[in-house]
């Protein structure tokens, strides 16, 4: 028989259970014992969910108070000396690490927090020092375990693999290489799968990710001698792989010491065939075929008829499963009540997702049931519906991208010849100031939104309120002499969500959080169909702003690739195509906003970095679209209007080109972290338009000195010439509080008064 199982199921609980019991716990609300037993409740219900739906091995070790990463460093030992004394076993030293403190213990700087391959998932970076020692401390993990083994469940407990957590470890201090650590690391695997085998586990899954990534020779050749020593153990194991195709690390994986490979079928579609033809004959092949990270519903008729003919090479050896952990789908689509039936149907979240995984398992196994052969026909009905829905095909909208010309990705003129007219029209001085967008948004502005969505003020008195807030913003800021200006974007809740909402093709739900990191959740939109815009989305607000002032005041939209990665993408059509879609709607808005008389448009691109492929090889083709789709939603402007962009981060080395190609007139950028070393790749590459190279760190309460904003922007202008440089913060203020906001920004003017006086 075919065995069915995930990888892991999300672990916020469906009504986000977890998320409000741990912000109970650190605000004093609960004690230590209330929070345990609400995740000793989260995670029986994830395991029986699972068991209800028919898998037949339930995951345990997937759960994490605060991020799985984290769970392991702990039980390594791995927590650095500035947290004291502390005990593995205490989730009062989990959440220390985590954010710095927790109900117990004493404060200290929290570690570094950062992206989970290509997810939105972040983790806590395990920091690992010259002759680093790990001391084993699995009390938790084997508390789980019995737990799920006390209810009677299949139990298969799940670890992150050495090499991976290693790799995603960050060196402090004297520099190393990492793999030297790997001898002192794999004997407490070697425990861990001990310990668990005496407790009468079968099998145990192993997760390397690393596996989809271009890994060093050094790293690849680690692999096998690891897996060696962990062999030597009576319990069987399946190594997990993820997010991506093996690539050239196929070879590799299929031959090492373990009992079971996972891969990811539905990112690796096209390895299936070597992965039969490779993988030695003792070995169990988990196909993960339901895609673990987006939220369509599975073609079950498909996927039976794939899985039927792996079966017949593999009989037994085949186990179906889940593409990654459950972790990045919303857990229950039942809560959905709001979204139509039709709809309903093509949309699958983790419980149900596990139902299809156990429907495919009975359906190659032969003892599918009646309801089992429902489910096919009701899966070929969504399918079929689904294909031809008007909501999701939209001929007109296709034909817009079909006639996509050539010059409409590019600006009319270079920068160079852009350049003058847009001083002319803006007569801006030199180190112009600015801001990222947003200001702070009180609690009253939230009250306010909050209040107009459930219908409890009307549109008149919301939009009164918005406008009021927009005058004061710019009272602000016009008291504090900045020179170029924003309206605050109050209106705003989330700036994906706000686009999501007023374009056609996005579809919303009520409960679809999925967790971003620690007790934050996200709920992304859905890319339901193609995508247009019914009417013009900000042009009312910025044009009441610029109203308000003689000073210019930028409009402020999210650019293409920013909407896209943050919204569940379609499958049935290539990502490129959505972005696109997206591109020629703001297109059309940036063109309506400057015919309101907008003069400086700023289009948000935050997360194109963030959507490189986990591949090198794919990152020309995925940059191409994603520039392409920029330029194409800033190509309609006149020469003298100036095209502005933000991006939250500051690596720019490897990509600058695909940077420049973007060719906005001004961009502004995270820097005063790496002290304007980052302006090294803008040098090198004789970046052309201008930078606003950000001068503090919003995301600190800390209010810089005039004297250090000078110093940053004095080494900015020896990198590049000061007619090039602007003068702004990171990032968008809505975090900070007025006061704080008044007296950075009070500071950072006089700063780019003393630069201009001195040039
Ligand atoms: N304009 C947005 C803001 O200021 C940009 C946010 C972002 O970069 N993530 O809030
Ligand atoms: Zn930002």
Redo the contacts with the bound molecule.
Sequence with gaps: MSVSHTLGFPRIGNKRQLKFAVEAYWQGKITQQQLLEEGQQVRASNWQTQQQAGLDYIPVGDFAWYDHVLNHSLMFGAIPERFGDASATDIDTLFRMARGQAPSGQPAAACEMTKWFNTNYHYIVPELKKNQTFKLDSTLLLAEVKEALALGLKTKPVLLGPLTWLWLGKIKGEDFDKLSLLDDLVPLYASVLSQLSDLGIEWVQIDEPILSLDLPPSWQQAFEGTYNKLQAHPIKTLLTTYYGPLGDNLGLAVNLPVDGLHVDLVEGKEEITPLLDRLPRYKVLSAGVVNGRNIWRADLTRLTDTLATVRERLEDRLWVSSSCSLLHSPVDLDSESDINHQTRSWLAFAKQKCTEIAVLTRNINGTATAADKAALTDSDLAVASKAASSLIHKPAVQGRVSALTESMTYRATPFKTRKPLQKEKLDLPLYPTT????FPQTADIRRTRRQFKKGEISLQSYETAMEKEIQTVLQHQEALGLDVL?HG?PE?ND?VEYFGEQLDGFLFTGFGWVQSYGSRCVKPPIILGDIERPAPMTVKWSQFAQQQTSKPVKG?L?GPV?ILRWSFPREDIDQSQSCLQLALALRDEVVDLESAGIDII?I?E?AIREGLPLRKKDWATYLDWAVKSFRVSAGGVKDSTQIHT???YSDFNEIIEYIAAMDADVISIEASRSDMELLNAFEQFHYPNDIGPGVYDIHSPNVPESSSITTLMQKAAEHLPPEQLWVNPD????TRSWPEVDAALKNMVAAAKTLRSCS
């Design positions: 801001t990222i967008g947003s924003v974007e705003r700036m402020m999210t920013t700023q948000d935050p933000h991006m939250c990032c968008g203020l809505k």
